[in-house]
């Protein structure tokens, strides 16, 4: 007999001073894993609990940048673990290695994240398999999260709807970020939903067709 997988939905909150897409994945039994702590991702959690209630299971940062991570502190005090990338974690660890990035106004504490990620690491949550893919080159340490039973994925700042990540900031790479988007993002499934770390969502296929950014060539 066929394994009967949870019922998923996604859940996006745009957060903080840059509209950070935070997401919430949860499972018919009302267990969930968030997706990036952005600026105000806590309270926008717990907000939306009150009338949802669940139990967050981890939180998966997909790099090391502030309105990314910002949040991830006040998570872990309520016991929820924190995983990232083994580069970028240094980053969250020390954010004054990227003050001068941070707006003045922000506050992004330090957060010694519970677990460390490598590319090809596979995670179980929620009743669903996670694959962790690693898209360096907006940041050393950047991770998108693929669900294969699902055919989503959370790409961060790497893949964008028609376009990609920075890569002019301290750590970016332009040919790594796209070696690694057409060599692990865009051999997923064309119908494969994208879910990027700002603005709405795209599919592989599209991103195949229609970005000019994957037409590039090293």
Not at 92 to 112: N, S, T
Not at 139 to 168: C, E, K, N
Not at 173 to 194: F, K, V, Y
Request: with cysteine.
């Amino acid at each position: 007999m066929a394994e009967t997988l949870p019922k998923l939905t996604c859940e996006r909150f745009p957060c903080g001073p840059i509209r950070t897409n935070m997401y919430l994945v949860l499972n018919s039994l009302r267990q969930s894993v968030l997706i990036d702590a952005a600026p105000g991702s806590f309270d926008a959690y717990a907000k939306f609990s009150q009338s949802n209630s669940n139990h967050l299971s981890a939180v998966l940062l997909t790099h090391g940048h502030w309105d990314h991570f910002s949040d991830a502190a006040r998570f872990q005090a309520e016991g929820v673990a924190i995983y990232v990338s083994v580069t970028d974690g240094a980053w969250i660890r020390r954010p004054e290695y990227v003050r001068d990035f941070v707006p003045g106004e922000l506050d992004a504490k330090p957060c010694a994240a519970n677990f460390y990620l490598n590319h090809g690491d596979s995670l179980n949550f929620i009743g669903v398999k996670w694959q962790v893919l690693a898209i360096g080159g907006h940041t050393p340490g950047g991770l998108a999260y693929y669900l294969p039973s699902m055919q989503w994925v959370f790409t961060g700042d790497s893949l964008f709807a028609g376009t990609i990540g920075r890569t002019d900031l301290p750590g970016g790479n332009h040919a790594q970020l796209i070696g690694e988007i057409q060599d692990r993002l865009l051999q997923l499934p064309p119908e494969t939903q994208i879910f990027p770390g700002h603005g709405g969502s795209s599919t592989i296929g599209y991103e195949i067709n229609e970005n000019p950014f994957t037409q590039t060539k090293f």
